[in-house]
Each structure stands twice: as C-alpha cells, then as structure tokens.
C-alpha cells in the first residue's frame, strides 16, 4: 500500500492550499482516510477525516469551516482543501489509511490508521 502526499508549500496568512493524498494498493472504496499535522514541538493530531462507504466526515473544531475533506473514488485521491490559513496552521501535513471501518469518534486517533504517508510541509507565513 503507498499512501502519497502532495500539495504543501509557502502559503501567506489567509490563503489557501489544496493537499492531495494518492493510494495506491487497497480497495479504495472502502478505505477510511485521515488527515494528521504536526505542528514543530507538538503530538501529531487528527484534523479532517473521510470514511469509504458513506462518506461522512470528521473534523477537529480549529478547521472546521476552514478545511474541506473530500474523495474522488474514481481517481484514488483524497484532497484537503485549506481556506483561510493561519500561521498556526504552519505543520507537516500526513495523509494515512486504514481499509477497515472507524467507529466516528474515533476517526481521529492515529493509533486507528494502517498506511501513513511521509508528509508534506505547509508553511503559513504572517
């Protein structure tokens, strides 16, 4: 299984970023996808999620109305569409995958995801 990201950069406060993370060697369908960041001195957190099935998301409350967590099935990728970035935002961006169901309260916990990729870095300049 290859789980690659895509997309990071040097990005000026307020604008935006579209992270894409490709995969490759699952049944893509059902895969629940996540959306990590570690920010420099800090635990990797959870911060958008997809599941395969039914597409329901998840988001931690610091994006929500900021990030958009979305699939294209028929291509393998999931991006992460980030608006109105904050140099907080500023983080190495890790796309992982797991092919069986997370329960939703749980779709944000790293120990739940199989496949991680190696990162991306976004960078929020104020």
């Known amino acids: 299984v290859q789980v690659v990201e895509s997309g990071g950069g040097l990005v000026q406060a307020g604008g935006s970023l579209r992270l894409s993370c490709a995969i490759s060697?699952?049944?893509?369908?059902?895969?629940?996808i996540g959306w990590f960041r570690q920010a420099p001195g800090k635990e990797r957190e959870g911060i958008a999620c997809i599941s395969g099935p039914d597409g329901s998301t998840y988001y931690v409350d610091s994006v929500k109305g900021r990030f958009t967590i979305s699939r294209d099935n028929a291509k393998n990728v999931v991006y992460l569409q980030m608006n109105a970035l904050f140099p907080n935002d500023t983080a190495v961006y890790y796309c992982?995958?797991?092919?069986?169901?997370?329960?939703?309260?749980?779709?944000?916990?790293?120990?739940?995801?199989?496949?991680w990729g190696q990162g991306t870095q976004v960078t929020v300049s104020g």
């Open positions: 060697g699952v049944s893509f369908d059902d895969v629940v």
């Open positions: 992982a995958a797991n092919p069986g169901g997370i329960l939703p309260q749980n779709m944000g916990l790293e120990s739940m995801y199989r496949y």
